[in-house]
């Protein structure tokens, strides 16, 4: 009887909790709705001046423990009404209509009609002010003071590369975040190779600063051997404050470090150019940003460098960006879960000082004083839920690619929310955002945090014919060689590792993915290890490299230009060759007969060789377009701002050779626009496999915890108007790599391109 009675009271507590997780994510999907029509529609002067990140957490905390309706109503009134006090909750089976009068105010002579106009999105997105940035959102007839400051200050030295060129090299130095920063510390160095083209590379991104107490933070590598500078510094990226001392630059002969003189290096000696007057070593660079030397915060000495972020601010006058607006009364009225509804009014009356009616004021001070004490940390599960809760309604009212992406958002959205409560960590819910965004098929999305872990061990692998095979052996100790097939990686078969690793990536195509799972199923923390299976045995690898170490092991050279059959032939590779290179190799490829152009990558800002394949200016002036929106849920678009290249001919004209680009599933963005004029005008022969089917401005945003998302704002297009997402550049050549091929070192796209033009 007494196990019974035990067996019962399982069932009725597992019932239990069945039933109230149920009221929970209805709960949490009541205030994800609202929470997006109240951010980006709803023009009430409270609503534009909250912390819509720390919200997203405060929100999320005060709904989900209701245990039904009534209760959810009664606590998403509580927290909207302070930011939107014209706003409804309800339920559904007792809806009354949204009295207009509400929002009216009697004398209206000094008002004018407030509402929300959005080019793409540009509210709480990173480059929104940016002057090149084509994402706008304006609230229409009302003023705001907008942040112009620069996305990071910088502190930054240039250095003669001299002895150092083509040997290891080790960069250090101390830093310390500010408490109370939201920012962090990035360390850098890049390599200069000339022409805007760049070597080396370090931000760290991956293992940014951001610990109060001073920090050493070190990065290695080697300077390319045909280095014109280097250049070395710290930034602070986002708000705060950020301490830089005592930086050290060492290379390596004879197995020991030798220190390289750095000018100035522990800022004792000089000050800071800030202002182009002086003749200081040392640069400070940011709008927003005071960047100079202290002597109360350092390291050790007398002085350390302080960068701390003041803003820059400019007003923007709320100016019409387009025709399109909703009328007076004109309310979203959507059911935001079973059995509660809402009513929010997209259009407000304002004047110089307020929207009307105002909200209660001490309501207001209450919830503003409440979200100010969220702390961001990701190991807190409303922040992760907020999290969630900020990315789903971004791509809910502004991701143009939903009629061509098959994915359930409502679905993806619960999923992403219950997967919140067994996360534990920032790591966690890295991979949660991951899978998340995943769904939405765009090349350009990309979680970026110091939760990032991009080192990797001494090798490349590919899928070639159906196996996984090594493409590139950097250690020339290891029993492998190029071609030698993967049998197990960390004791599963490859195809199930790739599996998990696939679910991480956002990828319109099955070329980006792939080219993408390339590096992320062999990356990690550095030290950490991978074990694959080879040959039958079991070797244990440390992921201590970047992939372009790997890359540039000497396994393959890469050139920027080569002849062919005398000289009849001319090889351009796009990825590095610069315009002035190709300007001056202009007299050759006019005596040529063929041109083979290599765009597997990203161009070097090359696209001027288009105008001298045109045998018309172009005309294609809408295979750009930024949606323009007033509605939620990308519904009734406006209309779209249409944008093109409009390149000019140029002599001499090249489209008299036989021309041939050759393209895989790197080209991307940038690639696929150049590659739209090939493949647009048909100016060439493509070979090679279909490019990676995402283009388009990224428009990146921050949730809390410093997690940076970058994704696809505006919708392209073919030059003929068709679909280019998920699609991209089909070849009219396909080429198929073969493990014969990688065993023996034979590029057999190069191969089929050569064969095409003798």
């Not at 032939?569 to 041109?595: F, G, P, R």
């Not at 080429?735 to 796209?749: M, Q, S, Y």
């Amino acid at each position: 009887m007494k196990t019974k009675l035990v067996l019962l009271l399982s069932v009725l507590s597992l019932q239990f909790c069945t039933a109230q997780n149920s009221q929970t994510i209805k709960n949490l999907q009541a205030f994800t709705r609202a929470y997006g029509y109240v951010k980006y529609f709803h023009p009430s002067d409270e609503a534009f001046a909250v912390d819509w990140n720390k919200f997203s957490a405060y929100g999320a905390a005060e709904v989900e423990k209701c245990k039904n309706n009534e209760e959810l109503v009664e606590a998403l009134n509580k927290v909207f009404l302070p930011i939107a006090p014209t706003i409804k909750f309800g339920l559904s089976d007792n809806k009354t209509p949204y009295k207009a009068e509400q929002i009216t105010p009697e004398n209206i002579k000094d008002y004018k009609q407030v509402y929300w106009q959005h080019q793409g999105v540009g509210f709480n997105t990173l480059y929104a002010n940016k002057k090149s940035n084509p994402y706008q959102s304006v609230r229409v007839n009302k003023k705001a003071e907008v942040d112009k400051s620069a996305e990071f200050g910088n502190l930054m030295t240039w250095i003669k590369p001299k002895d150092l060129r083509g040997k290891e090299f080790k960069y250090e130095g101390w830093a310390r975040l500010e408490d109370g920063s939201e920012g962090q510390g990035q360390p850098w160095i890049r390599v200069d190779l000339g022409k805007r083209k760049v070597g080396f590379f370090n931000n760290s991104r991956n293992n940014p600063i951001t610990d109060s107490k001073w920090t050493k933070f070190e990065i290695e590598g080697r300077v390319d051997s045909t280095a014109q500078g280097i250049v070395i510094g710290c930034f602070l990226l986002g708000k705060g404050t950020l301490y830089v001392d005592n930086i050290k630059l060492s290379y390596k002969e004879d197995n020991a470090w030798i220190e390289f003189p750095v000018t100035n290096k522990d800022f004792e000696t000089e000050g800071l150019k800030t202002n182009g007057k002086s003749d200081a070593k040392w640069r400070g660079l940011g709008d927003g940003y005071a960047i100079k030397i202290q002597s109360k915060d350092k390291q050790s000495g007398s002085k350390a460098v302080k960068i701390q972020y003041e803003g820059e601010t400019s007003v923007n006058k709320g100016e019409q960006l387009f025709d399109c607006k909703p009328e007076v009364g004109e309310i979203i009225e959507e059911e935001i879960t079973d059995g509660v509804y809402c009513q929010i009014p997209l259009l407000v009356f304002g004047n110089k000082t307020e929207t009307y009616p105002p909200a209660d004021k001490q309501s207001l001070e209450k919830l503003s004083s409440q979200v100010s004490k969220i702390k961001e940390s990701p190991d807190d599960l409303y922040v992760r839920i907020g999290n969630i809760v900020n990315t789903y309604n971004l791509f809910k009212h502004f991701y143009p690619y939903f009629d061509v992406v098959d994915v359930n958002w409502e679905a993806e959205l619960l999923s992403a929310l219950k997967q919140s409560y067994a996360d534990k960590n920032g790591e966690d819910h890295q991979n949660t955002l991951l899978r998340f965004t995943a769904k939405l098929r765009d090349g350009h999305v990309n979680v970026g945090s110091k939760y990032n872990y991009n080192h990797i061990p001494p090798i490349l692998w590919e899928w070639v014919e159906g196996k996984l095979i090594i493409t590139h052996v950097k250690d020339k100790s290891l029993p492998f060689k190029r071609g030698d097939v993967v049998e197990s990686i960390d004791g599963k078969a490859p195809s199930d590792y790739f599996a998990n690793t696939h679910s991480l990536i956002s990828a319109a195509n099955e070329g980006w993915l792939n080219y993408k799972a390339i590096n992320k199923s062999l990356a990690g923390k550095k030290g950490s290890t991978i074990t694959i299976g080879l040959n039958s045995r079991e070797h244990v690898l440390t992921r201590a490299y970047s992939k372009d170490e790997v890359l540039k092991s000497g396994d393959v050279k890469t050139d920027k230009y080569r002849f062919y059959n005398d000289s009849s032939i001319v090889y351009l590779n796009l990825d590095i060759i610069e315009m002035d290179t190709i300007n001056e190799l202009m007299s050759a490829l006019e005596k040529s007969s063929a041109i083979i152009c290599d765009l597997r990558g990203y161009p070097n800002s090359n696209h001027a060789l288009i105008s001298h394949l045109l045998k018309d200016d172009d005309t294609s002036d809408a295979w750009m377009q930024v949606p323009q929106i007033i509605y939620p849920d990308y519904k009734n678009v406006c209309s779209y701002e249409k944008h093109g290249w409009f390149i000019k001919t140029q002599k001499p004209y090249l489209g008299d050779k036989q021309v041939i680009f050759i393209i895989d599933g790197q080209a991307i963005s940038y690639a696929e626009s150049y590659l739209g004029f090939i493949e647009g005008y048909d100016l060439a022969t493509i070979v090679g496999q279909p490019s990676a089917g995402t283009n388009g401005n990224v428009n990146p945003f921050e949730i809390n915890g410093a997690y940076r998302i970058s994704w696809t704002g505006m919708k392209v297009l073919k030059h003929d108007g068709s679909q280019h997402h998920g699609i991209g550049i089909i070849p009219d050549v396909r080429v198929e790599k073969t493990i014969e091929g990688v065993r023996d070192g034979i590029d057999e796209f190069l191969e089929k391109a050569l064969e095409l033009a003798e």
